[in-house]
C-alpha cells in the first residue's frame, strides 16, 4: 500500500496563491493531482512523470498552475496562481507505478492511478 501525504490547501481569495504538496513513501512513475467539485466529476489538474519530469495540465490551468518535483523527497508540489471560483474543489494527490498515468490528465477522471491521498480543500472566494 502506498500512502500518499499531502499538505496545503486553504481560503483565499480570486487571484491568490496556494501551494500544494504531496510526499509518496516510494518512487513512482507518476504523480499528479485531481479534483473534484462538489455534484461534479473528478477531474484531471496536472501531472508529472517523476523521472523524466514531463508535465501535464488540463487546459482549465494550463499556464496558471506549475507542477514540479522534488526526486529526492518523492514529492511533487502545485503552485496554483491567479485562482478563481471554479477553481474551488477538495484536491486530491495520485500516484501511479507506470509513468504512461500522467498522460491521461486532460480527459481521464484517475482510473489509471491506484494510488490516492486524502484531499485537501481549496477554496476561492470572488
Known amino acids: 500500500q502506498v500512502q500518499l501525504v499531502e499538505s496545503g490547501g486553504g481560503s483565499v481569495q480570486a487571484g491568490g496563491s496556494l501551494r500544494l504538496s504531496c510526499t509518496a513513501p516510494?518512487?513512482?512513475?507518476?504523480m499528479g493531482w485531481f479534483r473534484q467539485a462538489p455534484g461534479k466529476e473528478r477531474e484531471g489538474v496536472a501531472t508529472?512523470?517523476?523521472?523524466?519530469?514531463?508535465?501535464y495540465y488540463a487546459d482549465s490551468v494550463k499556464g496558471r498552475f506549475t507542477i514540479s518535483q522534488n526526486n529526492a523527497k518523492n514529492t511533487v508540489y502545485l503552485q496554483m496562481n491567479s485562482l478563481k471560483p471554479e477553481d474551488t474543489a477538495m484536491y486530491y494527490c495520485?500516484?501511479?507505478?507506470?509513468?504512461?498515468?500522467?498522460?491521461?490528465?486532460?480527459?481521464?477522471?484517475?482510473?489509471?492511478?491506484?494510488?490516492w491521498g486524502q484531499g485537501t480543500q481549496v477554496t476561492v472566494s470572488s
Open positions: 516510494i518512487y513512482v512513475g507518476c
Open positions: 495520485a500516484a501511479a507505478n507506470i509513468w504512461g498515468a500522467c498522460g491521461t490528465v486532460r480527459t481521464g477522471t484517475g482510473e489509471e492511478f491506484p494510488y
Open positions: 508529472i512523470r517523476t523521472g523524466a519530469g514531463s508535465t
